[in-house]
């Protein structure tokens, strides 16, 4: 299950708080309004999870523009081998045929230079770099046209 994914610093940040395990289920991953959707493999376990919506984004950024936003994560284990850009281009393929984006928009922690790396080469670019309201860390907003 992906609430219990450990990731090695600095990817710890997004490391679940174990005593949040339920409210963060109950309000997100269960959530009809955030389009959560998971990813398997050919032996059914888990591999990675994708959203659609307003719970990819990050309080502090700009969202006024029109686009699709799309947040996910991939399991610990599979990360920095070059997963990312297969994963992202099956989700906008799967984006495009569920929403019908005019455009795509992914925010990324700044110091997450893989999932940057994975956004730039499905084609987002970057536009807008903010503080989040709740953590202080800066985020990387990123957009494509569908």
């Known amino acids: 299950m992906a609430l219990s994914w450990r990731y090695e610093p600095p990817y ?7 005593t949040q ?5 109950q309000n997100s991953y269960l959530n009809p309004a955030y389009h959560y959707f998971s990813v398997f493999d050919e032996k059914d376990s888990l591999v990675a999870f994708r959203c659609f919506g307003e719970d990819a984004r990050v309080p502090g950024g700009d969202y006024r523009a029109d686009a699709l936003d799309m947040g996910g994560g991939l399991r610990p284990d599979l990360t920095g081998h070059g997963l ?8 906008l393929d799967f984006g495009r045929a569920e929403f019908s984006p005019r455009a795509f928009r992914a925010t990324v922690a700044a110091f997450n230079l893989r999932a940057q790396h994975a956004c730039e080469k499905v084609g ?6 903010f503080i989040a309201a709740h953590s202080g860390i800066p985020f990387v907003i990123f957009v494509r046209d569908a």
């Open 84 to 91: 990312g850009p297969r994963l992202m281009h099956a989700a």
């Open 124 to 129: 987002y670019v970057p536009v807008q770099r």
């Open 12 to 18: 710890d940040f997004y490391n679940h708080d174990s």
């Open 21 to 25: 395990l339920d409210a963060l289920i």
